[in-house]
């Protein structure tokens, strides 16, 4: 008993779906007792209309055709499994991401066939039982910056125990860098070490520096990391921070903290308000002479210290890693490698260090700076050089530095160029206006590059975009407010967790409006400006957020785990294929048959299609079951081609969706079949599918992944049975997918579509070849 | 090696110098210049009429492809003319119809021939080798700083050029002085525009350009070193009036290219155009010992 609910949701599927027309052509399906159509399905009505359906008519199926699965798919399942239907009898049918918002002309029959094979697949689906597995409570922070910093201690609070494990060998990360915050020029370190103390005095938060993340394995409510830690040749215990070893080192470099603009040695304090509050060895630099080691009055330096590796077990993890400045290559023309041009953090070193001592700035020829060009937008919102996006905080810390600056020297000469201000925060408009009213200059125009003189200043000429005159202008320094990009290393992290990057490099947030804390994985939570340009106020909500998210995650201890895993029934003779076939270890050989570990599991079903007896199946996402909902799919096709496409669900179907929220256009032709991970495919599926209707099937999956390795191999085993069948092997296709590349997804649909409709529909005589 | 040489207009009446060093430059380097029934390439009207300049750069480029030759221009507008034109017409139905209407009124008919067209200095660069260049010095012009002023069709639009030199900073023109033996200068303003482009529009202001840079260079170079006929009107044909003009003394000569190249592969002076420079190198040829 079936009942199909199909939303207009407002005119977002309306608008180019006939509703009712769709209803009439479904509700002759096998076994349908009721279609409805209705405005918004997820609105209270809505719901309600459902739930009323399912007790009137006694349904024990539900299609529900409207929006992504990825908006309201579990509220749903939710709400049916209320109203005493399975949960995992809920179809739900992409009308609008993927139907309304990419097709105009034929929009209306595709959504027909989309929900005949949603009441298909339907029909063969089995009330399955989720499994209740309990949750590891501990919680793994990367990264110790603000946001990282802010999430432990609330974590902790909450009873949680958490291991933070921090790159540097001191926590703190920006924060600790900069003199005063915006806008209240709160004394940055004065308000962060009393949290990085509490850090690093706090009985539930195990503080690891020097630390990174190598590798990552298990799954939501369990996952197990690797994490390496760097030597730091001196035991923090027993450190005085007497200096004494750094007195003595011969050895000097840049220093990281100071942004190259001052030296430090190779045993060295990171920073006075360090935690841990120790000195470290250098061993990059280190030239083992040991001198620190004699030196040191309590024996704390063990120059023989070496790298270790821990496992950390967390329930679920957050991601903190903050940011870098752009590198000098985007900003080549404002001479980044003069000395007498600085960034803005380095700017915040020289406030930190030579004007809060007395000192003015002076030039490499050590004449007094008397006039100081900021440039804004350096690198920002300038996709030809930079990045396309705008780093949120340049305006209101260039205002900031430049109110500091003229504090301290008041006969300094500020200039400020911008493109706009963008004064966003609370009580930034005020903090601007009080700028302008001390005489700092602002002038609307942003210089291309600036032009080094003989002298060593800087000639800044520009359009003043108010006046439409040409200004020209020479000062001693110029200060780049440069563009922030993830930190180094922020892509191998997120492949290494499992979690995708959006078009700008940054982390993708679940959804950017209601979700923007969960990461496409499940127990994963990103915060601060790894997930976008932000300032601390932000970066602190993000991480009291993401605590909150980890205390509904984790819950009692226990969790809901999805019955979409493997089930093993009928033969087995040890071959041991499933088990090599896995890549996440979930499927170890018992005495009987394989035994599966349903939190490592992934669903991804490379062990079915491995596995020689067919004796392994995930229950509602079997050949079976694809065959059937094709069938539906295909309903209506005789008169073009049709394409199946099956895109695995987390990425090429959220790239879908996001093609569709862009309302980019591609051919109805294609029907994407939203696959858990296309390893769960066969062969024998994929001919079958083909004689049943489909003149062309494209698998999208992620680019360089395990189950792209299967798809690959899948798609040439294909092509050689379809050439054997005097059949153009070009109709199977794969096509490796990435989010940040969404908006290419139209573009490979379409060509695909092209090269079937070259190849025209396959005859009666093929298809029945491809059946047998 | 052979190439087609396309000379456009310019150079072959004002500034015969750039093609005289050039062709003897050639021959010492063993490179074989195939001239061809070539017209203007239609820069100056593109501003006018686009479909009639991409139709006179089309009955060139079809004229190149049927001699089979790679065509090298020693103009840079020229070659950015013609490159800018294969782009054009591959991409745009629209003006490939209206250029294929002006042809026939001549009997041409343009089929999207596009043969390979480059810059002679890039041809050197790319194509020839620096190595093999300096292979052939004879007399390395040690001492001699040189300006060099990549102009700006030379290198920009970038698209047209894509994997050739750097649009920002230009290096391949100092490289190429550098195999002389001299000294490849870096200075502020490389980048500028000579001013030639507007000296129709604006005489004034194109002036003041010329004039801002020779003003930079003066007394802080031996020699400009140019690799466009335009570029040379302006700071070497008008230096003179600017000098009277703007009231300073400039007296900076500009070669082509060619020219220095020349003196450091030892052909002798009198065969390399400079009686046709009109700012006096007499003193350059002093300082380079010849």
Known sequence: ?772 | MRYGLFLGCTIPTRQMNYEQSAREVAKVLGIEFIDGDYGCCGFPVESVDEVKAFSMAAANLKIASASGDVLVTLCSACGEMLCKAEKRLCEDAETTKGVGKVLMQANVSYAGEKPRVLHFARMLHDDYGLDNIRAKVVKPLKGLKIATHPGCHYVRPSTLYPGFDDPEFPGTLDRLVEVTGAEALDYPGKTDCCGGGILAVREDIAKAMTGKKLAKLTGKTDAMVIVCPFCGIMYDKYQRTLEEELGKEFGLPVLYYPQLLGLALGIDSSKLGFDVNSVDVQSLLEKAGV
């Open chain 1, 1 to 772: 008993m079936t009942g199909v609910f199909i939303c207009k949701c407002g005119g977002n599927i309306s608008g180019t779906v006939d509703c009712e027309e769709v209803r009439d052509s479904v509700k002759g399906e096998e076994d349908v007792n009721a279609v409805q159509v209705t405005e918004f399905l997820c609105s209270k009505p809505g719901l309600q209309l459902i739930q009323g359906s399912i007790k009137s008519h006694g349904l024990d199926r539900v299609v529900v055709a409207c929006c992504s699965p990825h908006m309201h798919e579990e509220m749903f399942r939710g709400i049916v499994e209320e109203a005493g239907v399975n949960r995992h009898r809920l179809v739900h049918v992409n009308l609008r991401e993927q139907c309304s918002w990419v097709h105009d002309r034929g929009a209306t029959e595709k959504a027909t066939s989309l929900v005949k094979g949603g009441i298909a697949r339907a029909h063969t689906l089995e009330p399955l039982k989720e499994m209740v597995v309990k949750i590891n409570r501990d919680v793994l922070v990367i990264g110790g910056g603000v946001a990282g910093i802010t999430a432990a201690l609330q974590l902790s609070k909450g009873g949680f125990n958490v291991s933070l494990v921090e790159r540097r060998p001191s926590i703190g990360g920006r924060m600790a860098q900069l003199s005063k915050t915006f806008p209240t020029l709160d004394c940055s370190p004065c308000i962060l070490s009393p949290r990085m103390a509490e850090v690093g005095n706090d009985e539930n938060i195990r503080l690891l520096t020097g630390a990174e993340v190598a590798s990552v394995s298990g799954g939501p409510g369990e996952y197990h990391v690797k994490v390496k830690i760097a030597p730091r040749g001196v035991d923090a215990d027993k450190c005085l921070k007497c200096g004494r070893c750094g007195q003595v080192c011969p050895t000097e470099v840049p220093n990281e903290f100071e942004e190259g603009l001052y030296k430090r040695k190779a045993a060295y304090l990171p920073f006075p308000q360090a935690v841990p509050s120790s000195y470290v060895i250098d061993f990059e630099h280190c030239k083992r002479c040991g001198a620190c080691v004699e030196a040191c009055p309590v024996g704390a330096i063990d120059l023989d210290d070496q790298e270790k590796t821990v496992t950390v077990d967390a329930g679920s993890m957050i991601v903190a890693t903050g940011f870098d400045l752009i590198g000098d290559e985007a900003l080549r023309t404002y001479h980044p490698e003069m000395s007498s041009v600085v960034n803005a953090l380095q700017v915040e070193r020289l406030i930190e260090n030579e004007l809060t001592e007395g000192k003015v700035l002076t030039r490499r020829n050590g004449e007094r700076v008397k006039s100081i060009a900021y440039i804004l937008c350096a690198g920002s919102r300038d996709p030809h050089h930079g990045v396309g996006y705008c780093s949120s905080v340049c305006c209101a810390y260039s205002v900031k530095q430049a109110i500091l600056l003229r504090k301290f020297l008041p006969f300094l000469k500020v200039y400020i160029y911008y493109t706009d201000m963008r004064m966003t925060g609370r009580g930034f408009e005020d903090f601007y206006m009080e700028a302008r009213e001390k005489g700092i200059q602002f002038i609307h125009a942003k210089p291309g590059g600036v032009t080094p003189l003989d002298d060593g200043r800087f000639e800044v000429i520009v359009e003043d975009q108010d006046t439409g005159l040409m200004l020209r202008n020479q000062v001693d320094l110029v200060v780049l407010s440069s563009a922030m990009v993830p930190s180094a290393g922020t892509g191998e992290l997120a492949s290494r967790l499992g979690i995708a990057l959006g078009e700008d490099l940054f982390v993708a947030p679940k959804h950017v409006k209601l979700d923007p804390i969960s990461t496409l994985r499940e127990g994963v939570f990103a915060v601060g400006v790894a997930t976008g340009t932000k300032d601390i106020h932000d970066s602190v909500i993000d991480a009291r957020a993401a605590a909150s998210h980890v205390y509904n995650f984790v819950g009692d201890g226990t969790a809901r785990l999805s019955p979409a895993k493997p089930v093993h029934e009928g033969e087995c003779d040890l071959c041991g294929a499933c088990t090599g076939a896995c890549v996440r270890g979930a499927l170890t050989m018992g005495g009987k048959g394989p035994i599966l570990d349903p939190v490592s599991c992934n669903g991804c079903g490379a062990c079915i299609s491995a596995c020689t007896k067919g004796s392994l199946r995930i229950p509602n996402n079997s050949g079976d079951t694809l065959l059937e909902e094709a069938k539906g799919l295909l309903s209506g096709t005789e008169g073009d081609v049709a394409v199946l496409g099956f895109f695995d669900d987390n990425i090429s179907y959220t790239a879908a969706d996001n093609a569709g929220t862009a309302r980019l256009h591609y051919p109805t032709n294609i029907r994407i079949v939203r696959m858990p991970s296309t390893a769960l495919l066969s062969k024998e599926t994929i001919l079958k599918a083909m004689g049943l209707g489909a003149d062309g099937v494209l698998i999208c999956e992620v680019e360089e992944s395990h189950e792209a390795e299967l798809a690959a191999k899948l798609v040439s085993d294909v092509s050689e049975t379809l050439k054997g069948f005097g059949i153009e092997p070009e109709r199977i296709h794969l096509q490796p997918m990435v989010l940040p590349i969404f908006k290419m997804l139209p573009k490979f649909v379409s060509d695909f579509t092209e090269q079937v409709k070259k190849m025209g529909k396959l005859t009666a005589e093929k298809r029945k070849l491809l059946l047998k």
